[in-house]
């Protein structure tokens, strides 16, 4: 399920929308930051408020590059785990829901 719509800024930086649940989150940022080890490639914030972090990673079935992005707020009951992903449209990206994996049972 995408759930927001980015566009490459020419710094490398993300810049778009969250829409999700009937709400929109403008103006959220994934802002490039000095890691070190597995800290974070990206700070995410929306309207200038801190939302989560994201990764560079590389798809071991396609070799694409994408951002593992994790999204954290007081009011989320819990994180939210997606995937910033290149569209077929060059410079265009989707933000993908990670829809968490069923436990089996016991």
């Given at each position: 399920m995408i759930i927001g719509h980015f566009i490459k800024t020419k710094e490398g930086n993300f810049s778009g929308s969250i829409t999700a649940l009937g709400a929109i989150l403008p103006k959220v940022t994934f802002e490039a930051v000095t890691a070190d080890g597995k800290a974070p490639n990206f700070q995410i914030t929306a309207q200038g408020s801190d939302l989560g972090a994201a990764w560079n990673k590389t798809s071991e079935r396609t070799g694409k590059g994408y951002l593992s992005v994790s999204l954290r707020s007081p009011f989320l009951a819990?994180?939210?785990?997606?995937a910033l992903i290149e569209t077929d449209e060059a410079g265009k990206f989707a933000l993908v829901w990670n829809e968490p994996k069923a436990k089996a049972a016991a």
């Open positions: 819990q994180p939210v785990y997606s």
